[in-house]
Nanobody, 119 residues
Framework: QVHLVESGGGLVQAGGSLRLSCETS????????MGWYRQAPGQQRELVAT???????TYGDSVKGRFTVFGDVARNTIYLEMESLKPEDTAVYYC?????????????WGRGTQVTVAS
């Protein structure tokens, strides 16, 4: 079982910045990718950014150029640097980890951290 712990959410003015952190409660060597997703009220959960254990990154279209995911997947610790925040970035941000062991795969989620961007 993998437990993900997020931190760093809060209230910020539009145009401001925030950094989110995510780490596992116990190191797992079988996590091959981690990332961030978000869900606004009444909307589906959407991709924000992911990073693999090889350092490959992907971003959702709405955050490209403003958000940066970085960290060390092998150490199960990642961050999300969010800049030029907009009110539409307001959501609960969830950390995700992809766990693989031979043919066994599983997805783990954190409890989420609220990000609110005031206009």
């Amino acid at each position: 079982q993998v437990h993900l712990v997020e931190s760093g959410g809060g209230l910020v003015q539009a145009g401001g910045s925030l950094r989110l952190s995510c780490e596992t409660s116990r190191l797992s060597l079988n996590i091959i990718a981690m990332g961030w997703y978000r869900q606004a009220p009444g909307q589906q959960r959407e991709l924000v950014a992911t990073i693999t254990n090889r350092g490959n990154k992907t971003y959702g279209d709405s955050v490209k150029g403003r958000f940066t995911v970085f960290g060390d997947v092998a150490r199960n610790t990642i961050y999300l640097e969010m800049e030029s925040l907009k009110p539409e970035d307001t959501a609960v941000y969830y950390c995700h980890a992809q766990w693989v062991y031979f043919s066994n795969k599983d997805d783990y989620w954190g409890r989420g951290t609220q990000v609110t961007v005031a206009s």
